[in-house]
């Protein structure tokens, strides 16, 4: 059975995509910070803060050896919402930066083995639309900016491990409703969970061409940067 390893698994979009990947038989390690009063039937869950070099290294020894078909950077944090430019402070700046933007890069350095040494092959990372430039509504400059920062990594990352056979796709869910989507969101979490697994199944080193580097939407659309 093919592998998956998910940050940010135990609620919202992560626990949506948890639950689609073992329905599909798959075997499923999620992270999440507090793992005492996490149970999602068929997860092996694993205490994970994404912005903690240790933290990072434990889940490293825990999982040495296995094969990871999907690595998805999921957990992220939207501390500015609602907040202007003006209440917006440099701590929620940076700690938003480094949730967002450098602790993925952090883990996809840390597992790229794990990937390369898998079937699939694949290095996915929850981004958003609001991180285009092309798209920008404004506003969100903490949000926005990290996931911006995000894609741009994430194609740098795509360009250095291309000999590897592996993949590197950034995904906007939608918006859906969770704590950060808010009630009054468009889809549900099993929408856009089942969405960006079809658009991830068929990712290998085969198609690598038609996905690295790129930016999708939860339907499989393209999203201009
Ligand atoms: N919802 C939307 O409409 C929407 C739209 C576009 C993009 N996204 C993106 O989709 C992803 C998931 O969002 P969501 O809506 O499911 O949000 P959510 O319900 O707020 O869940 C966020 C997840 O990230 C985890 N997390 C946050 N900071 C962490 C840290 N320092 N270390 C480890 N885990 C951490 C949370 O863990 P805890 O439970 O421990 O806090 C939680 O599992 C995010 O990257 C988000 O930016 C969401």
Redesign the pocket.
């Known amino acids: 059975m093919p592998t998956i390893l998910l940050?940010?698994?135990?609620?919202?979009?992560?626990k949506a995509l948890a639950e689609t990947y073992v329905a599909d038989g798959w075997d499923v390690i999620g992270t999440?910070?507090?793992t005492s009063s996490v149970n999602i039937k068929g997860v092996e869950f694993h205490s994970?803060?994404?912005?903690e070099p240790d933290s990072i290294e434990h889940l490293k020894q825990a999982v040495d050896g296995r094969a990871i078909d999907v690595l998805w950077n999921?957990?992220?944090?939207?501390l500015d919402k609602g907040k202007g430019l003006n209440q917006l402070s440099d701590e929620e700046w940076l700690k938003t930066f480094h949730?967002?933007t450098i602790a993925p890069m952090r883990l996809a350095s840390a597992f790229v083995d794990n990937v390369a040494n898998s079937n699939n092959k694949v290095m996915a990372f929850?981004?958003?639309?609001?991180a285009s430039i092309k798209r920008n509504g404004g506003g969100a400059y903490a949000y926005r900016s990290s996931?911006t920062a995000l894609n741009m990594a994430v194609n740098c990352l795509s360009q250095e491990v291309a000999s590897r056979g592996v993949s590197c796709v950034v995904l906007?869910?939608?918006?859906?409703e969770?704590?950060?989507?808010g009630s009054e969101?468009d889809i549900t979490v099993e929408t856009s969970a089942k969405g960006m697994k079809n658009v991830v199944d068929p990712i290998n080193p085969k198609l690598q061409n038609s996905y690295n580097g790129l930016f999708f939407n939860y339907d499989g659309s393209p999203i201009p940067w």
């Open positions: 940050t940010g698994a135990n609620r919202g979009i992560g999440c910070r507090d994970l803060e994404v912005t999921n957990a992220g944090v939207y949730i967002n929850t981004s958003s639309q609001m996931k906007h869910p939608g918006w859906v969770t704590d950060m989507g969101a």
